[in-house]
């Protein structure tokens, strides 16, 4: 079965600051993938060089193809909702998604809009944050895709939603699809992710099964992913 991502000696650079360095990574179809690291480490860079709006050196291939306007196709990005006025009601947002994406389920997304209680005749201008990022994550979610990349989608969701939605995320992700979910609420996904990827000193430093971390080091995801950060600070 075909990767559903690829990533061979991918550099990123803004300006004359290396943010990635030498990424090398691949991800097997079907698998929930913890992408952990500190504020800056460049998780959302790493997951803007996949989409193609971050320029990067380096070979990246999803779902078999690197061709960038290809592999855009099989990508589903949470990325936030620019271009959109605060006047704009949340049906006319569902319309757009539906024109642009033909991988975009209408069914499906209603049926997630209605687990988040969003209401789509609102206006963007009256929904919290944390609302916001519940539309977002059922704009991105509600597209049939190979590849669903979910950036601090939590961040702003109280606590009890944000259990809620983790718990559903399984049912929401089509079986042979992959799924990177990149948040500082790693005790909270960690029951739901098949592996973890590190991000620090600008490369991938650690991907690792998480089931593996559990039986070879006996302490949770978090505890681990912490440790990594804490050796690395006491050799500087």
Partial sequence: MTDSLKMQNVTYKR???TILHDVTLTLAPGKIVGLLGENGAGKTTLMRTITGSAKSRGAIAVNGTSVEAER???VSFSEQLRGFTDNTKLSRIVAFYETVYADFENERFHEIAD????????KLAALSKGMKEKLVIALTLA???TLYLLDEPFSGIDS?????????IIQWKPENATMVISDHYVSEIAPILDEIVVVKDQTI????KADEVREEF???IEAYYESLYERGNDND
């Fill in 15 to 17: 300006g004359m600051k």
């Fill in 205 to 208: 430093y650690t991907h690792r």
């Fill in 218 to 220: 006996h302490i949770g």
């Fill in 72 to 74: 855009k196709r099989y």
């Fill in 143 to 145: 597209r049939r895709t």
């Fill in 160 to 168: 009890m939603s944000r259990k809620k939605i983790i718990n559903s």
């Fill in 115 to 122: 687990f988040l209680q969003l209401d789509l005749s609102l």
